[in-house]
């Protein structure tokens, strides 16, 4: 499994910026998805989950109403819409998915520990 995100840079606080991970290596559509991020001097922490089906999603309090994660599974893809960016959004994000798929279509994942495959990680740097 291979995943690959991209969409990072620098945006003025206020500003938007979408991030997009690419999936391969299995069937996307069968495994839930998550957005994490790292900031300098901190844990990883979760941002965002969507369940395989994408009509489930869940998001940490301080992203709730600024971001949207969302998939095309069509297109084996996962999205990050994020607006209104602040400074303490500054980090680098990563997209990762599980190693077993979910019993019910609408199941998200929250857990860290059961994120198996990691992409690279985007820099998402906010400026004041």
């Known amino acids: 499994v291979q995943l690959q995100a991209s969409g990072g840079g620098l945006v003025q606080a206020g500003g938007s910026l979408r991030l997009s991970c690419t999936a391969s290596?299995?069937?996307?559509?069968?495994?839930?998805m998550g957005w994490f991020r790292q900031a300098p001097g901190k844990e990883r922490e979760i941002v965002a989950a969507i369940s395989r089906g994408g009509g489930t999603t869940t998001y940490t309090d301080s992203v709730k109403g600024r971001f949207t994660i969302s998939r095309d599974n069509a297109q084996n893809t996962l999205y990050l819409r994020m607006n209104s960016l602040k400074p303490e959004d500054t980090a680098v994000y990563f997209c990762a998915t599980t190693e077993t798929q979910t019993y019910y279509i609408s199941s998200v994942i929250t857990e860290q520990g059961k994120y198996t495959y990691w992409g690279q990680g985007t820099l998402v740097t906010v400026s004041s």
């Open positions: 290596g299995r069937t996307f559509s069968n495994y839930p």
